[in-house]
Structures are given as C-alpha cells and as structure tokens.
C-alpha cells in the first residue's frame, strides 16, 4: 500500500533534523527545469497566478531566480502546512522513517512527486496553477509523469493499493494515469456530517502519520484509525470512497 499527501505552501527550513542519509528526486531535472523556466515570470505574474500579496510574489520570484543555490531538505522536513503538523515528523522515532520512505509519497506541482527523504529546495507551485512552459496548465506539463511513476512504486510495493489523502487538486496530476487493476482509496473527514478544509487536512496526516506508526500494508486494516476522535463510518462508507467522522 502506498499513501499519497499533497505539499504544503508554508515551508521549515530552520529547525533542526536528524542525521539522515538522503536521496535525490525522481524528477530532480523536471523541478529545476520548471524553476528556470519560472524564474523568468515577473513579480506581478506570479501575483496573479497564484493569487499571492507582493510580498510573496517577490519571495518566489527570488527563490526561482536562485533555485540552483538554494538549500535542500528532506521533504518529510520542509512541509510545515495543516496536513502536516498532522503528521508531526518532528516526534515520530525515527526507525519508522524507513518504511515511510517505502509507503509514503507527496506530491508536488515542481517535483511531481517525492519520497519523504528526497531532498528539496523551498519554492511555491501549486499543481493548479495555469501556467507550464509550452502549455496552458501544469498538470498538462507533467501529463502521465507522475501517475506512471506512482504506479511503478504500487507495483513495486506489490499490494497495489493507493491510499488517496491528497486533495482534487493534486489527485489531479495522478487521476486517469494509474493502471485499471490499482485499487485507490479516498478518504474523506467529517466533523459530524460538516467538511471542515482545516480539520480535513490534519487528519490527512495524522492518518498517514498512523499508518507509518503501526507499520500497516493492509488497506482494510486503515479502517482501524482512531487519531483525534475519528471513527470509521461504515454506513456513509463505499468500498473505495471511506468516511471517518468524529
């Protein structure tokens, strides 16, 4: 089984990590390839693209314009959004970091899709974003890329199971790529019957954060997630659309 995150837009390059031994992305060439072309958009483009103050603009552009100086970090590490100050890294042990390593992935709108200890450098590049070098959006840049390189890690894994705990945006990138005989869970949480985005994307990682914990392979055995208060929901529940509620 291998659980699916999407990034986050805030980013920790400051706190202190562990000794590890790193490993380079799958995609190393694509993200610097993105970021040079990004480089050359002005301040008031990435603005509008991304919806973002001048303030942010301005920092993107600078981190475009020096992506090949900047410093890396393990991914696990560098993400510090809702989803995961659910997964909370900074207390997991860190013998369990290996078998995230194996059945954890995020997916990125730069790197397309990294493993927890792949190194990356800050920047911001939402997967939505209507902007790619010679096409109208960015999932039409990366096309089958990453869905292809997600399913050779499923088959990899052998269980050839996905759980989904990324949001649409980014599923998009995956969405349509993976082979017919890929079981795909999503997840979707409730506080009672209400969606609540902040929550939601918490208890992303907290799950993933779980399934890391508890070493679990078995899909059926994710129905066991209790973090928070949520509970599996089984009358509100499909074989691959599962409900946790609290």
Do not use: C
């Not at 590049?125 to 499923?154: C, F, N, Q, S, Y």
């Not at 506080?191 to 954060?209: C, E, L, Y």
Request: aromatic share 10%; no cysteine.
């Amino acid at each position: 089984m291998i659980a699916v995150l999407s990034p986050a837009k805030t980013l920790d390059y400051e706190s202190p990590i562990p000794d590890l031994a790193p490993t380079r992305p799958r995609f190393a060439k694509e993200a610097q390839t993105l970021a040079a072309a990004a480089s050359h958009l002005t301040q008031k483009k990435l603005s509008e693209l991304m919806q973002i103050s001048p303030a942010l603009a301005k920092l993107n552009a600078d981190r475009f314009r020096n992506f090949a100086d900047a410093p890396e970090r393990p991914a696990i590490f560098g993400f510090d959004g809702d989803v995961y100050t659910g997964f909370d890294v900074k207390t997991l042990e860190e013998e369990a970091l290996p078998f995230a390593q194996d059945h954890l992935r995020l997916l990125s709108g730069l790197y397309g899709m990294l493993r927890p200890l792949d190194l990356m450098r800050p920047y911001r590049l939402e997967m939505g974003t209507r902007w790619a070098p010679r096409h109208k959006k960015l999932t039409d840049w990366w096309g089958d890329r990453i869905g292809k390189a997600l399913a050779e890690d499923v088959a990899a894994d052998g269980e050839r199971v996905v759980l989904n705990l990324a949001s649409q945006e980014y599923w998009a990138g995956v969405a349509g790529y993976l082979p017919a005989d890929v079981r795909v869970v999503a997840i979707d949480f409730r506080d009672g019957d209400r969606f609540v985005s902040f929550h939601a994307k918490k208890a992303r990682g907290m799950m993933a954060r779980w399934m890391v914990e508890h070493r679990i392979t078995d899909i059926d055995a994710m129905r066991g997630f209790d973090s928070d208060g949520y509970a599996f929901d089984a009358a509100a529940s499909s074989d691959d659309q599962w409900r946790f509620s609290r």
